[in-house]
């Protein structure tokens, strides 16, 4: 039976919505409007992190060089433990002391690709991910922490190329869906404090963490990022799925409740790569 021809899977939220499923090669099935722009709010992390992996995978970054404060690295910054606050430019823990989730070393990140590259870090983005997955609708434009927009066409091609990198190697892809700096808690924003907050490079990853905003059936490796826009993209590397969902309301306790049962949904119908 094709996807397209089987009921959507409910999604019991009361404002308009998309979501999509996606394995490593096609689409298998989207319910909304496939090409419509909406706010990723901090969905843009995993899509700047990208961009900044492939100058790591050229040789123009180094994770291990110099990047904001003293004492940190490329590497602090992409796993949240350069000891920068939510927001602001002043330090607020050791570096690699704990995982402190920020807005802030995600401008500071952009800023040094900008002085190692020599190009504006939304041209590298532009020329990198938009152009390098044939995007169609990414608006990778202002703070690469949380202002970009995009579709759920765009984010399940994100989605596909992290079940199957061909823009920076599989080596720098294990390493970066990786747990970084390994036992540091953290709080998970929406979630509360997680022990450990594991992360790896601009990638939460999944373990163990309870509460969580995936579902029961998610694998401890599947990687992502949800936003306060109410939005999320999920890769199961044991599935061989990406899903991603976009919507009209801020995060919120509606959320909360129908994500975990929407990922659990989408993994009991296509969990094995076709639909069921």
Partial sequence: MESETLPEIPVDV?????MGVSDAERTLCVQGEPGRVWDLASVSKPLAALGVLIAVDRGLLDLAEPAGREG?????LLAHTAGYAFDGREPVSAVGARRIYSNTGFEVLAAHLEDATGYE???????????????????ATGSPAAGYRGSIRDLLAVGRELLAPTLISTELWREATSVQFPGLDGILPGYGRQQPNDWGLGFEIRDGKSPHWTGERTSPRTVGHFGQSGSFLWVDPDAGLTA?????????????RIWPGLTDAILERHGDGSAR
């Fill in 121 to 139: 870090f939304e041209d590298w983005m532009e020329q990198t991910v938009v152009q390098g997955l044939a995007l169609r609708d990414l608006e």
């Fill in 244 to 256: 991603a969902f976009l919507g009209a309301e801020p995060f919120g306790a509606t959320h909360v």
């Fill in 72 to 76: 940190a690295t490329v590497r602090h």
């Fill in 14 to 18: 009361p404002f308009e919505h998309a």
